[in-house]
């Protein structure tokens, strides 16, 4: 079965629970992190204007104090959580394949660790007052490959093994999921998305799906594993299929 995206717009980034309360101080440590160049800047604020003749300053400017505070945690949030992702994948290389959920695997351990180290990350960029940075900005600095002048801000992408190419629409509600969780297996398949592809709103990409140049697929649609919808086509359906002329 697989696990549903986040109603609040966080990428969908599932943690089994026992590896989560087994490495639950490696993700406090990345929120701790990502919390001290906020508090490095607060203090600055505080020191330069909570001063006399300048306290009217102090007050107007907090607004804009707290704007900058917001992108200070964000920003820091995603340096922490790509810097231990690096750290992760120099341990172990991230690999497609079908893998059995068990902690002693390791693809599927690290699997876990990687969303772990992403989790916090992606928490707080979908809490930005500007939420189309998550996509177009955390996502590819995760190694989501994201195409130019698309429109794909309203809906959840995983957040590796992914590649979107130019000018595509991805309608709201549509989960692009590069993993399936099946009972005791993970599998873990690259989605590849061509350029000028258009996919309705609330449709679901299955690991390992290729749409080709051109693909239009229906709202309420979605794919199979390893489904391939060929180029300059319109697919719709559960599971998709070819229109017919």
Known sequence: MFQPASLKGESPVPIDERIRNKYLIFYLIIII????????????????????????????????????LIYILQIS????????????????????????????????????????????????SASNPFPWLKNRFVLRFFGVKIG?????????????????????????????????????RLILERIKVGDDVVIGAKCVLLPGTVLKKGVKLSAHSYTNYNDVLEENSIYLGHPAKLKEV
């Not at 992190?33 to 107007?60: M, Q």
């Not at 809906?155 to 692009?176: A, K, Y």
Request: net charge neutral; proline share 2%; charged share 15%.
């Open 77 to 124: 949030a995603v340096l922490f959580s790509a810097l231990s992702l690096l750290i992760i994948n120099l341990l172990y290389t991230p690999k497609e394949g079908v893998f059995s959920r068990d902690i002693k695997d390791k693809n599927y351990l690290y699997w876990n660790l990687r969303n772990l180290s992403k989790k916090w990350a992606l928490f707080v």
């Open 33 to 68: 992190l990502s919390f001290i160049p906020c508090s490095l800047f607060e203090y600055l604020y505080v020191f330069y204007l909570w001063n006399k003749g300048l306290y009217l300053f102090f007050f107007i400017l907090l607004p804009l104090n707290f704007f900058v």
């Open 148 to 184: 130019k002048n698309g429109i794909c801000d309203t809906c959840w992408i995983s957040s590796e093994f992914v590649e979107i190419g130019h000018n595509v629409i991805i309608g709201m509600g549509t989960t692009l999921l590069s993993f399936g969780i099946e009972q005791d």
